[in-house]
């Protein structure tokens, strides 16, 4: 291969470079319905520039696709998102957005390997898109939190009827978040991560 002067190989940006203090990384994975925030979660948090596999959508996922609720949305994942945050010096957490679409849940087998937990989005306006992704969590055993997406015009529900209207379990953490928001989204993942961390330890 001829290389000319001009022909420079770089590697990656200083700023994606993982800081020389990482002695631990773990991998989160971000779930939830169609349209629920995923891809705009690990874009506001990542710290690197995030990897998406957004493609504008289609004729071909009409009647097979169910985008009740969010007709406007013109893109979609068809693989995954991927971003990355440091929670400390030593702590960075790898962060892998799933696909929302039934029809793309095959690769949520890929995804999950090795995962630690996850964070499951769900939007007020459509719980319905919620519920195989929770049970589709629970039969692999891979513990959880549940956000709730703020959208403007999503309605509000008290914490205890949405955990009612999930069959959550008490002990699984639920919060508000703004995916959009930087401080929110990592404020998601500190949940997760003392959850997980509860977990791992128990009281006593």
């Known amino acids: 291969m001829d290389f000319r002067d001009s022909d420079t190989i ?31 979660m690990v874009g506001s948090v990542s ?8 493609e504008t959508m289609t004729q071909a996922g009409v009647g097979v696709d169910d985008n009740s609720g969010v007709e406007t949305k ?3 994942t068809v693989a995954m998102d991927f971003g990355r945050i440091s929670i400390s010096e030593r702590l960075v957490l790898y962060l892998f957005g799933t ?14 390997e090795g995962a630690l937990g996850a964070v499951v989005l769900v939007d007020t306006r459509r719980l319905e898109v919620s519920f195989d992704v929770i049970g589709r969590l629970e ?8 956000a709730v997406n703020t959208f403007p015009d999503a309605p509000h529900h008290p914490v205890e009827a949405l955990r009612r209207a999930l069959d959550l ?3 699984v953490p639920m919060i508000d978040c703004d995916a959009r928001l930087r401080e929110s989204s990592r404020d998601t993942l500190l949940t997760l991560m003392r959850y997980l961390h509860a977990l791992a330890v128990p009281a006593g």
């Open 10 to 40: 770089t590697g990656p940006r200083s700023e994606d470079v993982l800081p020389d203090t990482a002695t631990s990384a773990v991998k989160i994975v971000i779930v939830g319905g169609f349209g629920v925030g995923k891809t705009t």
């Open 47 to 54: 710290e690197i520039r995030p990897l998406t596999t957004e």
């Open 74 to 76: 013109t893109a979609t």
């Open 99 to 112: 696909p929302g679409q039934e029809r793309f849940w095959f690769l949520w087998n890929g995804l999950f």
């Open 139 to 146: 039969e692999r055993g891979v513990p959880f939190v549940v």
């Open 169 to 171: 379990p008490d002990e």
